[in-house]
């Protein structure tokens, strides 16, 4: 294994630095800023005290998420999806993903009839924005729940079980972890990978661009995936002062 | 293994009843008619002489997927995307899946500035949809490259590989292949797979609607999916009277 | 009068070859597939359990009407409606025709609150699609609220006439009855009928696309169209086995 | 026949008083307010110096119709088009039929690589708007292409006929011409009639809203129709001071 | 001062040429065309039994705003809002700006759960057409609260104030009042102003599109603005038939 | 004066505190975090090399803003504006303001035939958002262009002014510069002011939310902004290291 051969220089099983600061902006009950390397992303977590009309009167409540970049966020300009009126199905697709991955994290039975509404927004972009997302909003969530339980509202923080998500893929066909920007342009194989702190899959996403991957290859950049996910969730506890 | 236990009486590792109908409909280049048990697409192939901006000048063409459902292709009628006046999240990321799986069949450089458009469009739903789309759509596609090298105007199919897609999931804690409706609204994981007549993955999607699926399961799935996709693209090669 | 004028060799009083396919879908209340020679629609007849809101509380029921075209159902591929976002005028004009038809054949007062929604996608194009979609939502209809009365949510099918639909157009200075595409692509007039199984008339709509038409122009037209609807709607008697 | 049956007092074959003001606004190339009784259009015909896309270097002119209401031009306040984000059906409806109709009236191939744009805006409504904008858009179409002519940019006014229309309708039984509000909305048939005037059809277009309607019937309303628009198409040549 | 140095030939401080006509289109409950020169705005007011979302319950009324311009009422034509499918930014601006001055004119407590809509529909621009709407519509909003007050449904006219509005600016370095289209494209400095008849202001709005302004030159437009207002209000009182 | 009538207890003429961070993030050729107390805004500047349609060819420069909030940066959640497919009035009313006020900061003939887009986005609001967004675009763009007169492509930063901008207000009687949002939703009278550094006016509006305010009043207000804007370009020449 040549550690030389990833543009930053990382070996190919290491993460970037991760950030994790809540508290990032004052009015949301959960707001964290995640860094992972140059990657910046503001998530947000704001209780809504009301469902979805598909769930009115069921006791239960909801979670969902939307993703956003700023339009300088990346290397050129990029249109504002508000000012050409609509979301890209790459911007769908990606909040469809928080969503699913964050409804997993949490027991929707058990905070009432309210939403959780997650907002992600990419302020720097540097590869991995989805995971970066996802990694984020589940300590913003956190915290939000927190707030509900200490203002009495619900009894405890309905968590089920931590999750986090991570980017692997084939680089110069080397398996590697955390694609930053300039790996994820030039790699064949992009995975990303949503797991639990069991260590159980929520979302599995690979797809080729380039050659198509075998078994083999798959096992292998789930190992990584499994490894950077477990030091991922202990960031997350750490941040939030849970012992792991 | 209980062969009872699904609500078809299928065994876990059958495919439904594959029909693929070549030529369906007059006007397009490629037109088949897949059906999978009751799940019936119709994907068309047309071919454009130009591609999007983005490419012009580049020398080489463009493929590119886009799905819909009628709107009483489902149990209960679903609201018309074009009067609503927006695809759904959902549609956008189908579409995308589509045009990604079959992008990675055929070589962009070897049809000159032309593009492929594929239109899969479900008729009657029962399950596997979208995987149902890429199987049926590479023979259209196929079928489409046919004519236009009959013309002369290629002068070969720019095969790359045969690609077909088949769902996987866990259905009360079974994992089954080709899941019908019934099936994936009750089952736990679902993943949808893509693979190459080399056996190799272009993608896999999975979702852990109900518990996290660990690494084993996960390859109990891979293998079912891996037979399903080798037996489907036989039907292909059948179809196209192709030796397999 | 000669018959070999016509491209396909049609008298210039004949339909082409209609054909009547009843439960061609699954799920819906009322499916049926019209083939009216190479015109190939799929017309679904849903029932809702409820009425808009303008009507709401009234008593009285309702039936609307969409027309679609699959996006390679035509010579060269059209954009799909979906994905510009929206309906073009051509389609509303045509699902607005459809669903007054309908509404002309059903007594509104006499099947509760519900709505019936009518689908009219068009597969393949080759003229006459909207007259096509018109005859075929009749059967698609009359078969949805058979269901209901058999169920014995209402006392009977809501009839008041059968409805069916034909083109008519001077062909090379020729009055013809159900242009095909080819006819109606070069024709000077073109006029769209809607009559009743009593021979009167619930829409007429026609146009001089080339030279204006005289009175006596007219008045052919409208002979050729009140045959070949009084034997539209024999087809649909039988189709549906009700004695003529 | 009993004149007094209409609520207006009119006869069953008087138009309402028609008034039609040229250079009613003062930058369009024609302009003129038309009122039918109290429906008042202002219709405004503008000249731009270019074709649309498929019709750009065929060397001919292209000629387009817009249909608006004001939000108040009617009994209660209709929602803003502008506001809502969409032209509705019947409006665009009728801007297709205003469009026809004028493309009848002119020789597309002698006004050069010109649109023509014609915006017909109600400022108050009291029936017959879609007929009242044909009449009165002729008589700005004339006006706009006087003032090419006489800058000596086409030789001529590349008229082929002059068109009028009307709407003809039964009113509690009765057949009668230019239906006012009160009229129409308790009408049980509804027709516009489109004519040149050599007597000949542009467009019919008749709807049974209550009971369908025979052929005696609508022979009855042409020629209620055929005497009101040789009326109409007399009072145009009035206005532009043409002798008829 | 110059008087010839404006195209019009007016002198600096004067009003061009203003004309209210109150009961112009016959169904709103305030209809008034005003003409400010060659600009002219029909605004009319219609009241509505209900109020928005966020007032339900609460008591009071509220009142909004909508304008538009006519397609050629420009000397080039302008594309229609509603074909377009969006309003642009200047309309929705204009509009803001007429809500918010016509709602420091009425007491919003005073008239019930209703809603008061102006809607301001330019026919023939000539520079000026924001303030020309909220002058006429203060005429249009006073009628249809009368005509409230008549029929005994609110005690008395909940009239605060009247409000008008005027351009001032600095055409070729001299301040004028109410600036026409050539002068308004041709300016440096141009401002709106709002006020009530004590001579308070409700809105200021300038802006520098050539040379920024100092405080002196503030102060002499203010000056202009504040008689050219009492001159309109006197007007208002006039149509109204009120004791200035 | 009583100190502690505002709710921060800030003297009437004190700005709050302000902070300008340069090179906030990566890519964009001008990045700037505003702090004005909590309010927070990322305003970015970006080069494009070519110009709208209306100017190409013409061989000057353009410069157009655009504005945001992320949805949580508000005390309660927002809907997204790029899910709701559309901007607000109120957004495109200030993101016509910043485009209006920073053009007249720079000279568009002598920075070629190239775009500059400013992005501001709220991360965190109370109160000012479009003030902050003016001043701190103004040092973004600086940089911006200070970038391209390092690389040569411009001779020299075509600077005509400095501008920033400030909002004052009426609070509870009293005259108060730069009202945070507490204030804001508390005041008469609100007025948002854009200066240069020579003192002179871009940009006043000034709107009477409650009580109409008079000359005198105006003046007053006018008197804290021209303080408080000095103060701020003072700030802006201190974080560019330019000599006042």
């Given at each position: ?125 540097d590869g ?90 798959m096992n ?25």
């Amino acid at each position: 294994m040549t550690f030389e051969a990833r543009p930053s220089g990382r070996p190919v099983d290491a993460l970037r630095t991760i950030r994790l600061t809540r508290d990032y902006t004052k009015h949301a009950e959960g707001s964290v800023l995640i860094e992972c390397g140059d990657t910046k992303v503001i998530c947000t977590a704001s209780i809504e005290e009301k469902v979805p009309g598909f769930l009115k009167g069921k006791g239960q409540g909801w979670l969902t998420a939307e993703y956003g970049m700023l339009p300088r966020s990346t290397h050129s300009r990029m249109d504002r999806e508000a000012a050409k009126g609509k979301q890209s199905g790459r911007t769908q697709e990606i909040q469809r993903l928080i969503g699913r991955s964050l409804r997993a994290a949490f027991d929707l039975q058990a905070f009432g009839e309210r939403t959780l509404h997650l907002d992600c927004d990419v302020i720097q972009a540097d590869g991995g924005t989805r995971t970066a997302s996802i990694t984020g909003a589940m300590v913003a969530a956190y915290d939000a729940f927190s707030k509900l339980a200490a203002r009495g509202l619900i009894p405890a923080i309905p968590l089920k079980h931590f999750v986090a998500a991570i980017s692997v893929g084939v680089y110069q066909g080397m398996p590697v972890l955390d694609l930053d920007y300039v790996e994820d342009s030039n790699c064949d194989t992009d995975m990303n990978v949503v797991m639990t702190d069991a260590g159980h899959f929520i979302e599995v996403q690979g797809t080729a661009e380039g050659a198509a991957f075998d078994r083999a290859g798959m096992n292998r950049l789930l190992d990584l995936a499994q490894a950077g996910i477990a030091d991922l969730i202990k960031l997350q506890k750490q941040a939030l002062g849970i012992a792991g």
